[in-house]
């Protein structure tokens, strides 16, 4: 496995349950390894295997 991770701005963000819909929606998909999100930051850290998935997927 080949992990990076990314750093993404994150707009449209209001409340709690959007972080939380981020998370659990980006996590489900294959090769990402883990997403913390930031509602006051407004970003994204994102892991995931450059093997299964590329950034700009």
């Known amino acids: 496995m080949e992990e990076s991770t990314q750093h993404i701005r994150i707009t449209g ?3 709690q349950s959007c972080v939380r ?10 090769g990402i390894q ?8 407004k ?3 994102v892991v995931f295997d450059l093997n299964v998935i590329n950034i700009n997927d």
Request: charged residues 25%.
């Open 43 to 45: 970003l994204g850290d």
């Open 34 to 41: 883990s997403i913390k999100v930031s509602l006051e930051d």
């Open 21 to 30: 819909n981020i998370e659990n929606t980006i996590t489900k998909l294959n």
């Open 13 to 15: 963000m209001t409340c």
